[in-house]
């Protein structure tokens, strides 16, 4: 066989392979994109069936005076019952006067309307959501009131009744310079992960009998400001000194306890004064990556002693430590202590040997995790013998301190 017959033959050969292998690809694409088609049309019926399953099911929650709307039950609203948001707070205020389960407004619209198509149930107690009217009024005034809200800790939503949220003992390490194809820095503060239950609290709000039924307008200002002074009293308390037992773990138990001992030779005078040495102490003691973002907080009688400490032998309330430079000042409503704020909460220590008295630190470490929304159980049975009604109003929260160095606890000696 001469040369050209032989290359003759070499490419019929690899005329007859490609042909072969460009028929598989063929065959591959074929069947690819008919499994591809067979995938889609079986995804387009099944949400065909999902579709006339869910139109089934709204259907049956409508029925019942309940709208399914992104993932969550929600309040019947206007286009459903007729007359608008209003209905709502109109029939949580008709069961808080009158305890009767069916409410029916002046023109009949909400004539269907047992409390439960008309009310958002919560779960397991039995009580009713509060009106997002009333939560909104409640919310205002707590605010006004929280120390930890008035101070910027950071707000955690929850939407269960337990979470994991992560905690460190000292803070993250610096960024290291790391070289091309090198390895990489492991290091990394001691990390705990902490489950957390959000626990629930309840608060009791009475009325007399001849209020509700003379003035709902009345109860609802009354009830609003019981319930946000409460809520405020309960975080204020919980965020300073809670234990975790139970409850939040407070800035007193999850900050550095071991930071600063102040005696009468460390800016305690020995007439039983706090001194400026003391609060320069405290101040150093916190580490400078938080002074600047740092708050002080402490009870009124403490407050009232750093706001007339003095350095050293200096005569007089509010002294200097150094020219321009002064220890206590009062503007807008708060008093500042060598810049920084100072917050107040009643149930925290006195200056005692081996007691937290004195606290300073960074409330954004400081997570006070929430469930959103209040819920009420009416309860005229308790109080029937003085003519009263009870109202049970139930939240859920707790909180605690997510890095330790960022709040330095002092303690007497």
């Known amino acids: 066989m001469d040369e050209k017959e032989f290359a003759r033959l070499l490419d019929m050969v690899d005329e007859r392979a490609a042909k072969r292998e460009a028929k598989r690809e063929a065959e ?51 286009e459903n019952l007729g007359d608008g948001e209003a209905s709502y707070e109109q029939a949580f205020l008709h069961f808080c006067q009158t305890g009767d389960k069916t ?15 008309n009310l958002v149930e919560s779960t397991g107690d039995g009580a009713f959501i509060v009106p997002e009217q009333w939560q909104n009024k409640i919310i205002l005034m ?23 949220l992560p905690a460190e003992d000292t803070a993250p390490p610096k960024f290291t310079r790391t070289a091309e194809a090198g390895g990489l820095a492991t290091d990394d503060p001691s990390f705990a992960q902490n489950q957390l239950t959000v626990e629930a609290w309840s608060t ?14 009345g109860f609802e200002t009354y009830y609003n400001q019981r319930v946000a002074r409460g809520l405020a009293q309960l975080e204020s308390y919980y965020c300073a000194i809670g234990d975790g037992s139970n409850a939040h773990t407070g800035v007193f138990a999850g900050g550095d306890t071991d930071a600063i001992t102040i005696d009468t030779d460390h800016g305690y005078s020995s007439d039983g004064f706090i001194t400026g040495e003391a609060l320069w102490a405290v101040y150093y003691t916190l580490g400078e990556g938080y002074r600047n973002d740092a708050v002080w907080l402490c009870n009124g009688t403490t407050a ?32 500042n202590v060598l810049g920084r704020p100072l917050f107040e909460q009643g149930d925290i220590d006195d200056f005692a040997a081996n007691k937290g008295f004195l606290a300073l630190g960074v409330p954004e470490f400081y997570y006070l995790i929430e469930r959103e929304g209040l819920s009420v159980l009416r309860d005229p049975y308790s109080r029937a013998n003085t003519g009263e009604v009870c109202f049970h109003v139930f939240a859920r929260q707790t909180g605690l301190v997510t890095v330790e160095e960022s709040w330095v606890i002092a303690s007497g000696s």
């Open 28 to 78: 591959a694409k074929a069947k690819a994109e008919a499994e591809a088609k067979e995938i889609e049309t079986r995804k387009t019926l099944e949400a065909e069936v999902r579709k006339d399953e869910r139109a089934k099911a709204e259907a049956e929650l409508k029925a019942e005076g309940i709208v399914w709307k992104e993932g969550k039950i929600n309040v019947v609203k206007a």
């Open 103 to 117: 409410y029916v407004e002046p023109d009949g619209t909400l004539s269907q309307g047992q409390i439960k198509k």
């Open 204 to 217: 009791s709000v009475q009325a007399s009998r001849q209020l509700l039924a003379d003035n709902i307008g």
């Open 142 to 164: 707590r605010d006004k009131s929280s120390w930890p809200r008035l101070a910027g800790v950071t707000i955690f939503p929850a939407t269960t009744d337990t979470i994991n």
């Open 304 to 335: 009232k002693e750093i706001a007339t400490a003095k350095i050293g032998d200096n005569a007089g309330s509010n002294a200097y430590a150094f020219p321009g430079v002064q220890l206590a000042s009062f503007a807008g409503g708060r008093l």
